[in-house]
């Protein structure tokens, strides 16, 4: 059975960081692009941030570019995204989420399964 657990969300000041990880289990993750996605309340949920299933390959939305970086550990089964400079747009729940194909970007439509969420809070 396939199960994704996020942790590592929380309430941080504007300008702080926190560090999401997304802990994958049921499958190997090395087969699988992973995806970080966020929805805000009101709003839809989008693309954050994706990684191939080497790595070799990261996307991330203009929003968060040059802020968050995605990572992962396949021997951990574990799959990581740095948050630095937060801005309180940024307060949302986060889903990780991954996709069987080769490459699924962040097009929410191209991934399987979903993890429950973590919600960060920036807030002064």
């Known amino acids: 059975q396939v199960q994704l657990v996020e942790s590592g969300g929380g309430l941080v000041q504007p300008g702080g960081s926190l560090r999401l990880s997304c802990a994958a289990s049921?499958?190997?993750?090395?087969?699988?692009?992973i995806g970080w996605f966020r929805q805000a309340p009101g709003k839809e949920r989008e693309g954050v941030s994706s990684i191939s299933r080497t790595g070799g390959r990261a996307s991330y939305a203009d929003s968060v570019k040059g802020r968050f970086t995605i990572s992962r550990d396949n021997a951990k089964n574990m799959v990581y995204l740095q948050m630095n400079s937060l801005k309180p747009e940024d307060t949302a729940v986060y889903y990780c989420?991954?996709?069987?194909?080769?490459?699924?970007?962040?097009?929410?439509?191209?991934?399987?399964?979903w993890g429950q969420g973590t919600q960060v809070t920036v807030s002064s």
């Open positions: 049921g499958f190997t993750t090395d087969y699988y692009t």
């Open positions: 989420a991954t996709s069987r194909r080769f490459w699924a970007g962040l097009d929410r439509t191209n991934y399987d399964y």
